[in-house]
């Protein structure tokens, strides 16, 4: 039995993978078969193409179209690191099942949030004493003594 993604998942197979649904927010927009192995690994080495020239919108659309999770999974990656933009990344990393990365972005807006509200105090940096080589501090203690020479002068 098929049931309907809580999620908006874009592409949904059931049926014992003999049909694929296309689900957009739950509501059913299409059932079609299930396209084979080679017509698949064509449209993944076109998405891989548009994804190295750039083209990440052409190479998202096939991805998702393809279910290739690898593909899904760095097209949330580029939202994620290049674009600064986590949660359009939680979409697609939910998509592919990451939940570490989904619960990293979940982390991370809840310590911004509670930074923004006060709850969370800003932290202190506290750093190890520098080690200096003796040579090092001779040479920098010339310089300091030769400005000020300079200057009294």
Do not use: H
Not at 9 to 24: D, N, P
Not at 34 to 62: P, S, Y
Not at 69 to 87: H, M, N, S, V
């Amino acid at each position: 039995m098929c049931k309907t993604p809580l999620f908006p998942i874009l592409r949904y197979t059931c049926f014992q993978r003999k049909y694929s649904a296309l689900f957009v927010k739950g509501i059913l927009l299409e059932i079609g078969n299930v396209m084979d192995q080679k017509t698949r690994v064509e449209l993944i080495r076109k998405g891989n193409e548009c994804f190295n020239k750039g083209e990440i919108d052409i190479a998202e659309k096939i991805f998702v179209k393809t279910e290739y999770k690898d593909g899904i999974t760095r097209i949330a990656d580029y939202w994620f690191f290049d674009k600064k933009q986590p949660l359009i990344a939680v979409k697609y990393y939910r998509m592919v099942g990451r939940k570490d990365k989904v619960d990293e972005i979940y982390a991370r807006m809840m310590y911004a949030f509670g930074r923004l509200i006060g709850k969370i105090p800003e932290p202190k940096v506290s750093l190890p004493p520098l080690k200096v080589s003796p040579k090092l501090k001779i040479i920098a203690e010339e310089i300091l003594r030769d400005a000020e020479a300079a200057e009294r002068s």
